[in-house]
């Protein structure tokens, strides 16, 4: 199925959550700008998603804040179906919210680190696409569009990042299995990307360096990354381009190799030594 970034968005329902700053402001933003109709933004933060959503709304788009907290499932579930009977079923969802945790495995809290982590990171994109895929399938008058916004975390592994880099691992293993399914099944109008980048300057990773030849993005950059991507169907979208080479060296070189590589040459592995961004 072929069709322009204009004919996706226009007339179009999203969802996006962790809508109210840094990147999925700029996902909402983006979709105000490209003609839809409707737009849901799921948020913990109450004021800032209201005020969001008092700047973008309009005529031509019906925005509207809802506050939810994505590492509950039933949550999800009642906000899923608040937002289908307030703006219509989702055409197009971006699963943005994250959380990061920049410890040693054994600094972890067992509830506050490493279940919520997984939680918000894994559990809820599958949750919430569950809520919403039926209606998707279901309906074929127009493309439909789901990005999960993973992490070069998820394909390399990293010290102080253990339990961030198991949950971007599962997203991502999610994510590309499921594009596999509905591509098996003649399921052509709904199309999943994958989006894998390296640092991002919102905050989330303040103090974060970014390894050789992988300077950190700035968060418009990724954005529009991202968004391009989801609306060409590509499967994964890799940003900056080291982090495909640093895939591809990983998969090719033997681990203690490839160990000594990543940490003395591209300095991965002390990438996260100073980090102090909010979880």
Known sequence: MTTTSKTLVTGSTVLITGAARGMGELYARRAVKEGAAALALWDVDRDRAEELAAELDGPRCRVRAYVVDVSDREAIREAAQRT????????????????????????????????????????????????????????????????????????????????????????????????????????????????????????????????????IMTPARAARAAWEGMLARRPIVSKPWTVKLAMALRGVLPTRVWDVIADRVFHVYSSMDRFTGRG
């Open 84 to 215: 289908a009977d307030e703006l219509g079923a989702p055409d197009v969802v971006i699963n943005n919210a994250g959380i990061v945790r920049g410890a040693l495995f054994w600094e972890h809290d067992p509830e506050r680190d490493i279940e919520l982590t997984m939680r918000v990171n894994s559990l809820a994109p599958m949750w919430l696409t569950r809520e919403l895929l039926p209606a998707m399938l279901a309906d074929t008058s127009r493309p439909k569009r789901i990005l999960n916004v993973a992490s070069a975390a998820g394909t390399l592994a990293n010290p102080r990042m253990s339990v961030y880099a198991a949950s971007k691992w599962a997203m991502i293993g999610w994510s590309e299995s499921l594009r596999l399914e509905l591509a098996r099944d003649g399921h052509d109008h709904v199309a999943v990307t994958t989006f894998c980048p390296s640092y991002i300057s919102t905050g989330m990773f303040a103090g974060a360096r970014g390894p050789l030849l992988t300077p």
